[in-house]
């Protein structure tokens, strides 16, 4: 717990400066802009993990201390591939903007990202044995830097008319300020070697990889191939959707996420913990996704058209964004469940999960763009999270943990709340300045509902912090 509040308390100003960036450049930038930056953040992430094995995720969830040899072949491994996966990249980049119609600009993006994940290779050490030690206070640290020099430096260049070369310079100069702090908050001397003992590790670095190829694959990839179907300008609808819907996913649930497989993988012996974590990690990010998300779908139309340069540009995004929004609800529960599964070292049985998401993804998407156009491609999203039934099945063969009690007093609370905000947005939001106020009211209605029925909970969990009511 304290260690999901260190990464959610010291991220939030930063993350108010990542969302001001958000709204910067979709007020500056066009729809097709946006769409070219989705496709080609979509590649980088394609190729990323084509050059990770996975040995990361190994080493934190070994039982076993780690040795020396252990690290050094993690950080060679990782570093020898990346480097190579570059000038690959750099080799066959007119094929690439051949095939993906990209302009100049997109192209010097895309150089500039897959070089990143070499520099990536640098922080990979000093991050695994502090997510070992649940020592997140620390991690924040160099990842604040990194992300408030990206988003002022995207900031200033959009407001300059840099266009897509402001993404290019942003990643670049944060990626490489970034590297000193994470050796200062956590010194490690650099070296290169591979051991034998250590490179068994790949079988479980592998099969956690080979999922997360999947889950590239079912994601990404999807949107890589997108621009042989759609306009640059329809991704954009997309890429605004996804983005705004799950900007919260990623501040808490992440979080979350990150703290409990380091947390899970350490006590995974200890199943009556594990019960009680995973069933506090369930209300906790319910609690917290649940309002926001549905309080989103319900102002969504009203925040376009109130917000200035929203209107007349990204109205189109409206029915994806409320797709978007409900699979990132069905996803922040999916996401704790997994972690359950892979920090107890099921692997198989979430690649065979990811296995099944890919195969419908990959269905359901054509299906529905047919139907749907653009907007299909939110609607096969959500449609492949309601599988979560039978991920609840899967851990309750691990762990008895209660799913639906867990969840359902912040969902009652939320559905409340949102069909408050529905019918106050459409009595008395005018302007933006009146929209601001009933999601104030709705927030207030939440929490007070909240509070009524899950007192015990909410005072179980701030007694943990100290704090009692």
Not at 83 to 96: E, M, P, S, T, W
Not at 332 to 356: A, C, E, F, H, Y
């Amino acid at each position: 717990m304290r260690g999901v509040a260190a990464l959610i308390s010291r991220t939030f100003f930063l993350n108010i400066i990542s969302f001001a960036s958000f709204l910067v450049i979709t007020s500056v930038l066009a729809a097709s802009e946006i769409g070219i930056y989705t496709a080609v953040i979509a590649i980088q992430r394609v190729i990323a993990f084509f050059t990770d094995f996975g040995l990361g995720a190994a080493l934190v969830q070994k039982k076993e201390e780690l040795r020396k040899e252990d690290i050094t072949t993690t950080f060679t491994v990782q570093a020898l591939v990346t480097i190579a996966i570059f000038f690959l990249v750099v080799i066959f980049l007119n094929q690439f903007a051949i095939f993906f119609k990209l302009n100049t600009d997109a192209q010097n993006l895309l150089l500039v990202l897959v070089f990143t994940i070499f520099l990536s290779s640098f922080k990979t050490i000093p991050s695994i044995l502090l997510e070992r030690t649940l020592n997140f206070g620390k991690l924040v640290f160099p990842q604040i830097i990194e992300s408030l020099t990206f988003n002022v430096i995207l900031i200033g260049l959009t407001l300059a008319g840099y266009g897509i070369s402001s993404f290019t310079w942003a990643f670049l100069v944060s990626s490489l300020v970034g590297i000193p702090f994470y050796y200062l908050v956590n010194p490690w001397k650099i070296s290169l070697g591979i051991d034998k003992k250590s490179l068994n590790y790949l079988k479980y670095g592998i099969q956690f990889q080979a999922k997360n190829i999947l889950g590239t694959i079912k994601d990404d990839l999807l949107i890589v191939i997108l621009p042989l179907f759609l306009s640059f300008t329809q991704i954009g609808y997309i890429g605004f959707a996804q983005r705004l819907a799950f900007y919260i996913f990623r501040y808490v649930v992440d979080s979350v996420t990150k703290v409990t497989f380091s947390a899970y993988s350490r006590a995974q012996h200890d199943l009556v913990f594990l019960k009680t974590a995973i069933e506090k990690s369930l209300f906790f990010v319910s609690a917290s996704m649940f309002p926001i998300l549905f309080g989103l779908i319900a102002v969504a139309p009203y925040l376009i058209k109130f917000y200035p340069n929203w209107s007349n540009k990204w109205e189109p995004a409206t029915f994806s964004i409320i797709f978007f929004c409900l699979n990132a609800a069905v996803s922040s529960l999916s996401g704790i469940l997994v972690n359950v599964l892979d920090s107890t070292g099921k692997v198989k049985v979430t690649l065979r999960l990811m296995v099944l998401w890919t195969i419908l993804i990959w269905i359901l998407t054509p299906l529905f763009i047919h139907f749907y156009g653009y907007n299909g491609v939110s609607v096969a999203s959500f449609l492949v999270t309601t599988t979560i039934v039978y991920t609840v099945f899967l851990v309750k063969k691990i762990v008895n943990f209660k799913f639906l009690p867990s969840i359902i007093k912040p969902l009652i609370a939320s559905i409340l709340m949102t069909v408050a905000v529905f019918s106050l947005s459409n009595l008395f939001a005018k302007d933006f300045l009146s929209l601001i106020f009933v999601i104030l009211t709705g927030g207030v209605l939440y929490i007070t509902g909240l509070f009524i029925m899950a007192k015990k909970e909410l005072r179980d969990g701030l007694v943990k912090f100290g704090i009692r009511l």
